[in-house]
């Protein structure tokens, strides 16, 4: 069993928030108040569990400088726990709640101390992420040569050849986005939605050129905002191709997909302009299979009735995706009926329920 991180010493008091050694780290969100068990940490896994007594769905990450991010949990509703696995080396970090999802979030200082072994002393878990950072090539790759045809079309002023292009860029993007979030503010500004302007932060990025296509049909002033798409794009791709994940990392991203999917996809808000939603969809799902495929040699030593269980509910959903297929790609959000949209949103469910139980088998 590899070293997992204990909490420091600290006084009775906050023995019950911290939990035992070793145990979860107990973190009381509100929407005013952010109150971690502890602010000092052993170094190697750590895992924090999240209550929300809020009115307002919130968020938990651990940053470390420069606001990279280590690990999160997204969409924890009011009176529902979550619990984040991280591994933490030595070195200082900021833990955040976000309530309302938005903004900076509400802050405290995290000291992690000592020396671990990693997870990645595992042979297997340091396959795992070999594995996953040749997927990740191949998809900023991909991402990079379909952002620049995409740019290209907006300079020029092809409105039909840019709203044909937008979809197929965003796939490669879609299915890599736990990589592409840990950089700080590149997510937002590539990737972000209108609400962004509300966090202080310029509407930029995919979903603004996507407003301009299908709302008004005027990209004539997009040049420039296509040209910084394109130079944040080429940035997250240098910084996704030479960024290691822990195996942790790859556990949270393949729940993180999910999360993106029932937050973000079946409801339509991603791409409300367009309603390509079922392409970013499938991506986040081909995403989520991959960094768990990359996993399944270790899955499979340790939890094989697990990976049964992930197997038999990939291909349930995948089966219930592929009745909006439409040529190449995928049917309109808009055209699916409540019935299909609540099918897709249950087998999503499904799978969410398994996954939830990845990173735990991953940090023994």
């Known amino acids: 069993m590899l070293a997992t991180a204990g909490v420091t010493a600290c006084s009775d008091s906050k023995k019950d928030e911290a939990g035992a050694a070793g145990g979860p780290i107990v973190v009381k969100a509100t929407d005013t108040a952010c109150d971690v068990g502890t602010t000092d940490l052993g170094a190697g896994t ?20 420069g606001d990279r991010v280590m690990g999160e949990v997204e969409n924890i509703a009011p009176g529902l726990s979550r619990e984040l696995h991280v591994e933490l080396p030595a070195g200082t970090y900021e833990t955040a709640c976000k309530p309302g999802m938005s903004g900076k979030g509400i802050r405290g200082a995290l000291k992690v101390s000592g020396s671990a072994q990693p997870l990645t002393a595992d042979a297997a878990l340091a396959g795992a ?19 620049e045809e995409f740019v290209a079309a907006v300079k020029a002023g092809d409105v039909a050849k840019a709203k044909t292009l937008y979809p197929v860029a965003r796939t490669y993007w879609e299915r890599i986005e736990p ?19 509300e966090e202080g932060m310029e509407f930029t990025g995919f979903h603004r050129i996507e407003k301009d296509l299908w709302q008004s049909g005027d990209i004539s002033k997009d040049g420039p905002i296509a040209d910084r798409l394109l130079v944040d794009v080429k940035e997250i791709v240098a910084k996704a191709n030479a960024e290691k994940l822990s195996p942790l990392q790859l556990a949270n991203g393949a729940k993180e997909l999910l999360d993106e999917v029932a937050s973000g996809k079946i409801t339509g808000e991603e791409d409300r302009y367009s309603h ?65 949209l609540k099918e897709l949103s249950d087998g999503i469910n499904a799978l969410a329920e398994p996954i939830s139980k990845v990173a735990a088998v991953v940090a023994k």
Do not use: C, M
């Not at 990589?179 to 302007?197: H, Q, W």
């Not at 899955?299 to 909006?324: C, M, W």
């Open 276 to 340: 390509t939603d079922l392409w970013d969809f499938a991506a986040n799902l081909e995403g989520s299979k991959a960094a768990l495929s990359a996993l399944r040699p270790a899955l499979e030593q340790r939890s094989p009735e697990l990976v049964k269980q992930l197997d038999t509910e990939f291909a349930n959903v995948e089966s219930q995706l592929g009745k909006h297929r439409d040529g190449d790609g995928w049917k309109l959000h808009t055209t699916l009926s409540k019935a299909e």
């Open 129 to 147: 992420t070999d594995n996953y950072q040749r997927y990740v090539k191949s998809q900023t790759g991909a991402l990079l040569e379909k952002t």
């Open 46 to 65: 750590a895992t924090f569990k999240i209550t929300n007594s809020g009115a307002k769905v919130t968020e938990f990450y651990v940053y470390a400088s």
């Open 179 to 197: 990589v592409a979030e840990i950089f700080g503010d590149l997510d937002p500004k590539i990737d972000g939605r209108e609400e962004v302007i």
